[in-house]
């Protein structure tokens, strides 16, 4: 195999092959459809002096020292933990939910009870997932889990996935666990820092590398084909014998021979206002879609170093999920997989047609067709790497 791979897409996964490869020693081109590098994480001032995340706030945090040090070559960090409350009976209490939210919630007797009923089942500082909260045996546990799931999962959940919660894989409803603590902190990561210039800042100095060269307002789709008679991939109608890292949707590369792949995606509204909006970056709305339509609010320069941002007026980003549709009027943007059995089957039968092409790495979450954590995304990139290094 040549010592040149070709890329497509310049987040997390591509980014960091990239600059691993480069320094390896390969020469590395990357295309990207869009106008910007950083993928989902892509930050800008915006007109009120702000910086807007452009598709939805992105928090990182990792117990992962290997993801630490490697991002940390290309930025400085400042401290930051996540908070988010979330509207429950009129009220903004802790998201995820946890003894003080009961607090805040029930009279005190009630709550005292409560937290001792939990604490005897579960112990202090330990998280559980909510469907295994409805199913325990102590009759009190399932009344105070119907009452979490009632207020804080189902409606979000169908109006971030349009299923109910029991229709999802359990893994999804598991990244959001009830907490037996008082730590109000939605992340519990040793790690909780932000990039000090922010994430585009970060990328830039990622890819700027003599041997990287980036090729933004790139449909790949257009220039690339795989030939599965032949187990061949093609540029632009020539074989290519280097190597291929793919980020993209992995059934659009494959020209959707076995069907489209379904994502959700989220639409926002952005509105500018005087002073602050919220008490914290991120306020969820567990409401019936007919009370808010919307999941959540984000603040951004509530996520970002105090003395960086404008005092006088904020932006925030109302959030809406809907479904991707690749040819829609909205909802463009694939975001979320959709776990289910049909949806899992039908990738694996993606996956299995390009399963012997050794010049074909297929990485991050669009073609690998998994949900990956910022952190995550990096520490996968430099596993994959290894195997094609010296």
């Known amino acids: 195999m040549k010592k040149e791979a070709l890329i497509v897409g310049a987040g997390y996964a591509g980014s960091v092959s990239a600059r691993v490869l480069a320094e390896a020693g390969w020469q590395v081109t990357i295309l990207e459809k869009r106008n910007h590098i950083a993928g989902n994480a892509y930050d800008y001032i915006d007109e009120n002096g702000v910086r807007r995340h452009q598709y939805g706030p992105h928090i990182f945090h990792t117990s992962s020292q290997q993801a630490v040090d490697f991002l940390s070559r290309f930025t400085d960090w400042y401290p930051y933990e996540h908070r988010v409350l979330g509207y429950i009976e009129g009220q903004l209490v802790p998201i995820p939910f946890n003894l003080t939210s009961i607090d805040r919630l029930f009279e005190q007797e009630k709550a005292e009870h409560l937290k001792q009923v939990l604490t005897d089942s579960y112990g202090r500082e330990t ?22 799931y009632e207020h804080v999962f189902k409606y979000y959940t169908m109006k971030q996935w349009g299923y109910s919660a029991e229709e999802i894989d359990p893994a999804v409803t ?98 500018t206002h005087e002073g602050d909006y919220q008490p914290v970056g991120t306020v969820n709305y567990p409401t019936p879609a007919s009370q808010h339509p919307y999941t959540r609010i984000s603040e951004y320069k509530k996520l970002m170093r105090p003395d960086t941002q404008p005092k006088d007026r904020t932006t925030i980003a109302i959030e809406y999920p809907c479904v991707y549709q690749r040819n829609g009027q909205k909802g463009r943007v694939p975001y979320y997989p959709v776990f289910t059995a049909a949806s899992r089957a039908q990738y694996e039968a993606y996956r299995a047609q390009v399963a012997g092409m050794e010049n074909l790495l297929l990485l991050g979450r669009l073609a690998e067709y998994r949900y990956y954590n910022m952190d995550a995304a990096v520490v996968s990139a430099l596993k994959a790497c290894e195997a094609y290094l010296d």
């Open 174 to 271: 598991g990244r959001v666990p009830v907490h037996i603590s008082y730590d109000d902190r939605y992340f519990q990561d040793s790690f909780q820092k932000m990039p000090a210039e922010g994430f585009t800042v970060m990328f830039r100095k990622m890819l700027d590398h003599p041997r990287i060269r980036v090729q933004l307002n790139t449909e790949a789709c257009e220039h690339i084909r795989i030939d599965l008679s032949q187990q061949k991939i093609l540029v632009d109608g020539q074989v290519f014998d280097g190597l291929l890292i793919y980020t993209g949707l992995i059934d659009e590369l494959l020209q959707y021979c076995q069907g489209d792949l379904p994502y959700r995606s989220l639409e926002f509204e952005i509105q």
């Open 127 to 148: 998280k559980v997932p909510i469907l295994q909260l409805r199913q325990s045996s102590d009759p009190e546990v399932r009344r105070l889990a119907e009452y979490i």
